[in-house]
């Protein structure tokens, strides 16, 4: 008899999963689990034990023997057309800007960096990004909700320029150019301090956790750090970073304990 690899087995819990037109948050909820941790199952990364196998064969309403049958077949278990109906409710997480708590962000990451005569464009650009992919991995809900773009020197927040340039004319920031190690460097100088009284003290830890890990990075070891991370390995060249790409980390880059006990908060 055929072995059904862990795998194997998450594939069809997604495929089953899709053909009830349950989101992976649904589904997370019903088994009393976090998203993340169903994931990681649905990628095969996850033991699920007897009990927890039981309980997802009855919501998904396939026997457990039909489940880890070497014969299975999806097709024999839902009707085709359901599934492609029901495939297109599936809820996306689509971040939306949140312009003000954005610049606070920046004029923060600014004020605790002052004096590092590293911290250009390029790694102000990461410091962003990572706060932002690490926030949305840990708590899954986004910090500024910005938008970034795979480029070849790494992920880049989207109008960025626009929001710049705003900050700049209200006298926010200061722009100027540097030399750094025989490079030319654009740097920015806070001008006014950033206003958290909005901020969550789980932001701030993310953010903070950021800064201490990478501010002291160079340019290039940080745009190549970021080339390992998942989301933006398995995005294509120019396009949008899906943020649920945070979930398909492993270490360093994860930010979270996807115990196989944990359960959802």
Known sequence: MKTITQKEIGLRISELRKSKAYSQDDLAKMLNISRPSLTQIELGKRNLSVIELKKISN?????????????????????????????SKIRVSIPELKVNKFKDILLYILERCAGKPNVGETLLYKLLYF???????????????????????????????????????????????????????????????????????????????????????????????????????????????????????????????YDENEEAS
Not at 61 to 85: K, P, Q, W
Not at 156 to 177: C, E, G, H, W, Y
Not at 181 to 202: D, E, V, W
């Open 131 to 257: 706060s932002d992919f690490n926030y949305y991995e840990r708590y899954e809900e986004h910090l500024s909700g910005a938008e970034y773009r795979k480029l070849p020197y790494g992920p880049v927040p989207q109008k960025l320029d626009t929001i710049i340039n705003q900050m700049i004319a209200s006298k926010q920031l200061k722009r100027f150019k540097a030399d750094y190690h025989g490079y030319p460097q654009t740097r920015y100088i806070p001008l006014t301090k950033p206003n958290l009284s909005s901020f969550k003290a789980s932001e701030i830890d993310i953010i903070d956790k950021v800064i201490d890990q990478y501010s002291d990075w160079s340019a290039s070891a940080i745009s190549d750090y970021s080339h390992k991370d998942m989301p933006w390995l398995a995005s294509k060249d120019g396009e949008t970073i899906d943020y649920e790409l945070a979930f398909y980390r492993e270490p360093p880059f994860s930010v979270r304990n």
């Open 59 to 87: 919501i998904l309403s396939v026997s457990i023997d039909n489940l880890l049958s070497s014969t299975y077949s999806l097709t024999e278990l839902v009707n085709v057309e359901e599934e492609i109906v029901e495939e």
